[in-house]
């Protein structure tokens, strides 16, 4: 059952689950473009992660309440379906500053490192927390490490790292504490681009060594 | 134009932000104390949208070579009364000075700093590093352009001093339940709300850490989730950070409350040391506070 819960006096956040799963994603996609197609009134805008939305409105047109009996009937109505876009390639150079730490962690070579990352499509699940920093799910168990004990201050853009059962591309410079194994040359945020971030939540990648 | 001498400890250039991209990372921006830079630029009789400086602790020094009618709000700073339309004489040197009570401090330029719009808006984002004409904080030797963002004749009276808000803790900042309130055991809200919090030396314009002296919140972390401005997140060592407008745009910690509209400014003049309590409110009384503010100004909802 979706969760509706307030985010504050003009924001109200929809939980549609707890976990990093492409099935919970496409509903909230689809949940996403039903109220963009046919949009309550007061619902300024909309932001997903994984399997939640967070839905903007002005109190002075709207509230919590109608906002809420308006979404609600939409469980189980929208129709949602494992994105599938085509893969964008990302071509990686891995030369990260931990990818020999993440080796001796994983019991693998560098190479098999690479090789294990760089084997798979991964599923963009939310961009967010800096400008066009892209999540990506489906990190392979064997490449699970827990993230650094304690940040870098200043991790540069476009670098490739890896946290948990998830990695990620930085979008801008920024402190970051996931582990960096690599780094891409393709820009993810341009401020003068339209839209202004390269990925969006749903999109497909798949990461290329380059030499 | 205008010429800065000396930059200040961290003066930005900011509007009223670029709500709606935060799917993107960007968060909303803007002023930190919006009411305070919409009152600078109501002084000066600007447009809304007009850029203005923004601040902090220790203002510019800044040589202008028009004349120019300025407004100073917000923070009390050394060199003037501030809250009212004042004129600054060609050739001459505007030094703001230490900002005290208070954090921020706004000066509005009749007419506004004009530099180019990013993504909708001039405001400098601290989270990406761009806008505000520099991509950073101002620094000597910058020249700032004014604009023609102008909407009616200055002000000629001073900002009445009981349409302000305080600029001194202890501060009493309201909150809404959640969004993860459920996640915490036990009366954890109404413990919060019994705790004397204090702000640390960590607080910008993407959030501010707060110590919790004696409120153990049990927590872990949870799915990344979209958060807002306001949000008041509980870090697994059980400190909270609040995040303000500038914030990352999604976190992994469970938020158990969230700041109201109305109280985000007051959170941009509290300085480290100073005792924050949070009072649990529903969202009428939201409302009513927010209405009480923006009945002042022609503010937007």
């Given amino acids: ?21 492409p099935m919970l994603l496409g ?142 591309i930085y979008g801008v410079e920024s402190p970051g504490g996931w582990n960096l194994i690599g780094r891409t040359a393709l820009r993810l945020f341009d401020p003068a681009a339209d839209p202004p971030v390269r990925f969006k939540a749903g999109d497909r990648l798949r990461f290329v060594p380059v030499p | 134009m205008i010429e800065v001498i000396d930059g200040g400890r961290w003066t930005t250039i900011q509007d009223r932000g670029r709500p709606g991209l ?44 028009v004349d120019r009618v300025v407004a100073i709000t917000g923070g009390r700073v050394d060199s003037s009364d501030g809250w009212q339309a004042v004129g600054v004489a060609r050739g001459s040197t505007l030094a703001i000075g230490t900002i005290s009570p208070g954090l921020r401090a706004y000066l509005a330029v009749r007419g506004g700093i004009d530099v180019p719009l990013v993504l909708g808006s001039r405001s400098f984002c601290q989270l990406g590093t761009f806008g505000g004409g520099f991509g950073r904080p101002l620094a000597a030797g910058d020249q700032l352009h004014i604009g023609q963002l102008v909407e009616h004749e200055p002000a000629t009276a001073p900002w009445p001093p009981f349409h302000r808000l305080p600029l001194r803790g202890p501060w009493e900042i309201r909150v809404i339940a959640g969004p993860h309130a459920d996640a915490f055991a036990g009366a954890a809200l109404e413990r919060l709300s019994a705790t004397a919090c204090r702000l640390t030396p960590a607080i910008d314009r993407i959030g501010l850490r707060l110590e919790t002296p004696g409120l153990r919140l049990q927590t872990q972390e949870i799915l990344t989730v979209p958060v807002t401005a306001g949000a008041v997140q509980v870090t697994p060592s059980g400190g909270l950070i609040v995040l303000h407008v500038d914030h990352q745009t999604s976190g992994g910690y469970p938020v158990i409350a969230t700041v109201i509209s109305a109280d985000l400014p007051l959170l941009a003049q509290a300085r480290p040391g100073d005792t924050v309590r949070f009072r649990i409110v529903d969202s009428t009384e939201a409302a009513r506070a927010w209405q009480r503010v923006s009945g002042w100004l022609d503010l937007d909802p």
Avoid at chain 1, 6 to 12: C, V, Y
Avoid at chain 1, 141 to 167: F, K, M, N
Wanted: glycine share 12%; with cysteine.
């Fill in chain 2, 22 to 65: 935060e799917r993107f990372g960007i968060p909303p921006g803007g002023a930190a104390d919006c009411f305070a830079a919409c009152v600078a630029n109501e002084l000066v009789g600007n447009e809304p949208d007009a850029a203005l400086l923004e601040c902090t602790a220790s203002g510019p020094r800044l040589r202008f070579d």
């Fill in chain 1, 1 to 21: 059952m979706w969760q509706v819960a307030p985010a504050g006096d003009r924001a109200l956040l929809i939980t549609i689950g707890t976990i990093i799963d």
């Fill in chain 1, 27 to 168: 509903q909230v996609l689809a949940l996403d473009r039903a109220l963009q197609d046919r949009r309550p009134k007061g619902l300024l805008g909309t932001v997903p992660a994984y399997a939640s939305l967070l839905c903007h409105y002005d109190p002075s047109i709207t509230d919590a309440g109608r906002l809420e009996e308006f979404i609600r009937p939409l469980e189980g109505t929208v129709e949602a379906a494992i994105p599938s876009g085509h893969v964008v390639d990302v071509a990686t150079r891995y030369d990260g500053p931990d990818l020999p730490e993440v080796a001796v962690k994983t019991n693998l070579a560098p190479a098999g490192v690479i090789e294990q990352h760089a084997g798979r499509e991964y599923l963009v699940y939310c961009v967010g927390f800096a400008p066009g920093f892209t999540y990506c799910g489906g990190l392979s168990h064997q490449l699970s490490v827990p993230r650094l004990a304690s940040p870098r201050l200043r991790v540069p853009a476009g670098s490739v790292g890896i946290a948990g059962r998830q990695t990620g």
